[in-house]
């Protein structure tokens, strides 16, 4: 796909994702003040790289990624309830996201925990409401157990346990991608391989974009920690410097700055590499891996 | 069914629950503290009410009950994760729950939520692993929307955030059914559909149910309010009086104590009619009426 016809499509699906997301809470039977602590950190914005890499991995099987979108709303909820629990006093207790007061601020920690827990169970039934000529009952079944998979004790909430347990600890570098794999890169790695299924893959193509998934998860991280040492405040809308001042492993103390950086190219390479191995056209995914090697938020 | 007999039956199938739910964790590749904390929690006894509705609704349309015990056990992951997420400070700030500290005053708040969150998560993954002969993939799905329904927003979720705002208010019996139906009605409902749906019911007999099920909710919040008025502290494994302390709206302070036992006799009547409606087998369900309505923790 041509460059400035790419950016069209992803304005576009970035605009349907945003109208499911918004109605999926609004048209919700629950009390005002609780759908409004879902829409607030919901609709905080923010790349949505997890719905595009559903998108992507869809148009790269030349399916219409628009029939991902309920999927990509389910994944983004996912990713949103962690951010809003993670953010809590007793967890990392951050004031700003994305440049907002984060959501125990804004609606006091009760609510906040309350929300989290909605919409992490607002994405399974959202799943269930594929239509079915989009996906039959098997493929739901599917993205249901992936997305627990990547979502529970052995992914992103594991992730998130290890990672506590190892604040204050000299970690490994292999200690270190083994927290990150499990906290940020498997809800990436389901994006891609949701998308994927949606689109009927077989077990070949799955294991090539699992490994794509892989490397640009790791990039993704890497990419983080970097933008801790030298990001834009205003930019990425929280401060930074904050792992340095809560002693946390990071890949630029693990490896330099410059060995940061080096790991981020080899990442980004090896993701491309894979997406060249696939033998489909993956111009909307290399636009997404782009996205991650240069984002400044 | 014979009493004794039923006895034992109830007996078997809760052996098997604790079991299931011990290996479902055991089994997961989690950092060990968060297995520890989630393990705490639902291995920390009770009655297992919703899991015996899901036996017992099995063992209404004659089949085996023994293949609803992944089920049953999601259901009772969920149940759990709530007492967890509800207990910590920022909501009831509670420190004793079935007579033995709460999740947070054993991990620490952070694991607690985490523990919840992991929970909650699993319950869904759990009912992906049913085996295909004890429900094909469209019951799987129709199990996993009717679970994130009972306990999302629009139910269980949604009833605790109506239940804060409605702290310190008066509220109206009306206003008070509708605050419990959410917050305990609709996975106890769930528990009695999806022992049905498992069992291939059709329609007609699913309304029946659930108006039973609607019925014995109600029965088993009044009876929770009435012990909390009269209940013995050691039986119950916690303080009683706290309603009164926190001014909560509750069925003795709407009605009187004397109304409140006259409204649990009338609810628990319904529910015994409903079942008689069904023309199935209820014993095992009228067991857990019986259990509903004069137990004492």
């Given amino acids: 796909m041509e460059g400035g016809l790419l950016n069209e499509k992803i304005k576009e ?25 879902m829409a607030y950190s919901l609709e905080a914005g923010g790349k949505r790289i997890r719905p595009m890499l559903v998108f992507a991995a869809m148009d790269a099987f030349g399916k219409n990624p628009a029939h991902g979108v309920t999927t990509a709303a389910a994944i983004e909820m996912v990713h949103t309830y962690s951010l809003i629990h993670d953010d809590l006093p007793s967890m990392d207790n951050d004031d700003l996201r994305r440049g907002k007061p984060t959501n125990h601020k804004v609606f006091g ?53 290890a990672d506590m347990e190892g604040e204050d600890k000299e970690l490994t570098l292999a200690e270190l991608e083994s927290i990150h794999l499990n906290k940020t890169g498997r809800l990436l790695e389901f994006s891609v391989l949701a998308g994927s299924i949606l689109s009927g893959a077989d077990q070949e193509k799955l294991t090539i974009l699992s490994r794509f998934a892989y490397h ?16 834009d405040e205003l930019a990425l809308g929280k401060r930074v410097g904050s792992d340095t001042a809560n002693h946390k492993s990071t890949y630029p103390r693990l490896l330099t700055l410059e060995g940061a950086k080096q790991a981020l190219d080899h990442h980004i390479t090896m993701a491309r590499e894979q ?23």
């Fill in 13 to 37: 699906y970035k605009q349907l994702l945003e109208n499911t997301l918004r109605s999926s809470v609004q048209n919700l039977d629950a009390p005002s003040s609780l759908k409004e602590a």
């Fill in 275 to 297: 997406l060249g191995l696939t033998g489909l056209n993956t111009s909307f995914l290399l636009e997404i891996t782009e996205m991650v090697a240069t984002r400044n938020s």
């Fill in 109 to 161: 920690e009760a609510m906040a925990i309350l929300a989290g827990d909605a919409l992490l169970t607002h994405s399974f039934e959202l799943i269930g409401t594929i239509p079915d000529e989009h996906a039959g009952a098997d493929k739901k079944i599917k993205l249901v157990t992936g997305l627990a998979k990547a979502a529970g004790a052995s992914g992103m909430v594991g992730g998130q346990a």
């Fill in 216 to 231: 640009l998860g790791l990039a993704f991280q890497i990419r983080d920690d970097i933008l801790d040492v030298e990001g």
